[in-house]
């Protein structure tokens, strides 16, 4: 399945990009309209989530797959979250985009420290690991699903209509609630393993319809007005099509091994717990010593900084680990 390994790695730059917009306390016009495009694009990730589960739990057993996970990404999270948990607890960081930080220090350090980890408050990208490890929580539910291709569907449907209901919050508060959103965007990666025609043909036709989306996502912020839960209820439905399309183009112009892409895909889960610390320092640098020179001079930068200094990390912990790099770094 090299179409699903080459969509993975190329599904973490992209969101490693979007985090990169985020660096600017003050967005270039057209960073906004960037940022509408690509900036739910953890959907495709939850997606190849859920294709991928429909491939490796035909001998299920719950306790053997949760422990594997708390293997894989939990206890990874737990270690790689230390540095930047230890800045909010130790007084260091100061200011949150949502938390309430006179609220935060009034905790004993066993709560704060809890908080954190059940939100991934600490670090921009980390909510994402709560709200997938309670997907992965409901898992004896989609072992139930994923042979029963009809209740699948229907499922599937219902979830979309929920999902569209209770929307994303704002600023990822409350990522086991945003388990929810992404729950239609997990179903369908397992609806398209159990039947792959449905994105194994018209590949042109996807160009066509992914080149519309893309138009008509970065398009939103025209809206005005609209309301943010407005938006990302539109979101969910652009990015489920655009998943069944980027899937199909994979599949017909990237189904072969392509040597970055599965560097990328392989420690996929290592770049996503580390890069919001890249992203950080260079958030600082730009607002103290560049914040004169023009965004979309560095930006690139900083993405391609932010990609190869996380790749380097990989590197030396792997070296420095060794047989334990599995279970302390998910890589």
């Known amino acids: 399945m090299y179409h699903v390994n080459n969509f993975r790695g190329a599904a973490i ?7 990169c917009l985020s660096v600017y306390e003050v967005q270039p016009e057209i960073f906004r309209y960037l940022d509408s495009a690509i900036g739910n694009d953890t959907f495709y990730f939850v997606a190849i989530a859920g294709f991928l589960f429909s491939f490796t739990t035909n001998d299920f057993s719950y306790g053997r797959f949760m422990l594997g996970k708390f293997k894989a990404i939990i206890l990874p999270y737990l270690v790689l979250s230390i540095p930047a948990i230890a800045i909010y607890c130790l007084g260091i960081k100061t200011d949150h985009a949502w938390m309430d930080m006179d609220w935060f220090s009034s905790l004993n350090p066993v709560l704060q420290v809890g908080f954190l980890y059940a939100t991934g408050a600490h670090l921009g990208p980390l909510w994402f690991i709560p709200m997938i490890i309670t997907l992965f929580a409901l898992s004896p539910l989609f072992v139930l699903l994923k042979d029963r291709v009809g209740a699948l569907a229907i499922v599937f449907l219902l979830s979309v209509v929920v999902g569209v209901i209770v929307g994303r919050p704002e600023s990822d508060k409350f990522p086991e609630l945003e388990s929810v959103y992404f729950l239609p965007a997990f179903l369908l990666g397992m609806l398209l393993a159990a039947r792959p025609g449905l ?31 407005f938006k990302m209820r539109l979101h969910l439905l652009i990015e489920l099509v655009m998943s069944v399309c980027l899937f199909s183009l994979f599949y017909a112009f990237m189904n072969h091994r392509t040597r970055w892409l599965d560097l990328f895909a392989r420690i996929s889960f290592f770049i996503f717990f580390v890069h919001g610390y890249f992203v950080a320092v260079f958030r600082l640098i730009d607002s103290h010593f560049l914040a004169d020179v023009p965004a979309l001079v560095t ?18 912990l792997k070296i420095l680990l060794r047989d334990r790099s599995r279970t302390l770094i998910a890589a």
Do not use: E
């Open 13 to 19: 730059l992209l969101i490693v990009l979007t985090h």
């Open 199 to 229: 994105y194994r043909t018209h590949a042109k036709g996807a160009v066509f319809v992914a080149l519309v989306l893309l138009v008509f996502s970065a398009s939103l912020p025209m809206l005005g007005d609209a309301s943010h839960a």
């Open 299 to 316: 930006l690139p930068v900083y993405f391609a900084a932010t990609v190869l200094l996380s790749v380097a990390s990989f590197v030396v």
